[in-house]
Nanobody, 118 residues
Framework: QVQLVESGGGLVQPGGSLRLSCAAS????????MSWNRQAPGKERELGTG????????NYADAVKGRFTISRDNANNKVYLQMNSLDSENTAVYYC???????????WGQGTQVTVSS
């Protein structure tokens, strides 16, 4: 049974930082491209950042480029999202995704809430 469990969300003041974690189980983690996606209130889910299987290539949405960093630890089946200089626009539920491109293998976590507010 595949599980993706996000953690690390919470309330943070504008300008602050958070580090999200996603722990994966039940899958061959190193075979999966990983991404962090988010859904703000009243908006559709959007891709924030992704990382390839070996971690050698990352991509970022313009809205998070320069402030967010994705990384992965294949030895421990985890992916991380370091978020800096947060503002209210980053308030959203953040979801971890694991997928093998071109296949039906596409898994989502339950999400973790990030709220940026003073």
């Amino acid at each position: 049974q595949v599980q993706l469990v996000e953690s690390g969300g919470g309330l943070v003041q504008p300008g602050g930082s958070l580090r999200l974690s996603c722990a994966a189980s039940g899958l061959s983690f190193s075979r999966y491209a990983m991404s962090w996606n988010r859904q703000a209130p009243g908006k559709e889910r959007e891709l924030g950042t992704g990382i390839t299987t070996g971690g050698g290539t990352t991509n970022y949405a313009d809205a998070v480029k320069g402030r967010f960093t994705i990384s992965r630890d294949n030895a421990n089946n985890k992916v991380y999202l370091q978020m800096n200089s947060l503002d209210s626009e980053n308030t959203a539920v953040y979801y971890c995704n694991a997928r093998i491109v071109g296949t039906r293998y596409d898994w989502w976590g339950q999400g973790t809430q990030v709220t940026v507010s003073s």
